[in-house]
């Protein structure tokens, strides 16, 4: 078992930054939002933290379609979807319970047991498909 991760101050500084967006971010956007408030974190100890939080469990992370990392102050606890809007990154948590049951038939048929996956869906929310 791993020991929880020092509070630092560079830690908590990446925290509260990611907490004030609602919108999914890449670690060189939050770098640069940080650095632009005066902040003299370096760019590695953001994806440090970031990567730590989202481990934790604070912070959700997904892949762009582009491949580019992500990260949220995550909303919920538990493990979670998220429909995501490739225009303007909006973004909203699902219960996806058919994908649940059907990961878990899989994996037994192929003799795995504890899997886990992620599902993120890209779309276009409704205001941009207007």
């Not at 909203?92 to 899997?115: C, L």
């Amino acid at each position: 078992m791993t020991a929880p991760k020092r509070n630092t101050w560079q830690r908590e500084a990446v925290r509260e930054a990611l907490s004030t967006r609602e919108d999914f971010v890449s670690a060189q956007g939050l770098y640069s939002a940080l650095r632009d408030g005066g902040s003299p974190i370096g760019l590695a100890t953001v994806y440090r933290a970031l990567a730590s939080l989202a481990v934790e469990g604070e912070a959700d992370s997904l892949q762009s379609p582009e491949g580019e990392a992500l990260y949220r102050a995550c909303v919920s606890t538990g493990h979670h979807h998220h429909l995501i809007c490739r225009n303007c990154g909006l973004t909203v948590e699902i219960s996806a319970d058919p994908v649940e049951e059907w990961a878990q038939k899989v994996a037994a048929a192929n003799g795995f047991t504890e899997p886990q996956h992620v599902v993120d869906v890209f779309g276009l929310c409704a205001s941009c498909s207007r």
